[in-house]
């Protein structure tokens, strides 16, 4: 995940598009390993070993739950916004979006 993280982190302060499609496959990726984890959680036996109660199992579940809403909103952001940044001329630019507007 680290090298998306990077990427993802140079496509957003930057403002740039290429981000969409990697978007989509992180988030549904993400999405898609972390339901059989909850699911496992979720369904594991009362009183046994990693969980010893009820209580133990929903913190870790919900420790665990926002890897699995936060990837998955970002992939349907991506899925149904053809371009992520819209720019706008009322607002102001960023100073690395801006730099970039004066190299152009």
Not at 6 to 27: C, D, H, Q, T, W
Not at 38 to 56: G, K, R, V
Not at 79 to 93: A, I, K, M, P, Q
Request: proline share 9%; with cysteine; hydrophobic share 45%.
């Amino acid at each position: 995940q680290l090298p998306f993280f990077v990427y993802a982190s140079f496509m957003i302060l930057n403002r740039k598009e290429g981000l969409r499609l990697p978007g989509i496959v992180y988030g549904a990726h993400t999405a898609t390993t972390l339901v059989p984890i909850l699911i496992y959680i979720w369904t594991f036996p009362e009183d046994s070993a990693p969980f010893p109660n009820q209580s133990d199992k929903l913190i870790l579940f919900m420790f665990y739950l926002p890897y699995l809403v936060v990837p998955m909103v970002f992939c349907i952001y991506c899925l149904f916004n053809e371009r992520l940044f819209e720019e706008n001329e009322d607002e102001e630019l960023s100073p690395i979006s801006r730099q970039n507007a004066t190299i152009k």
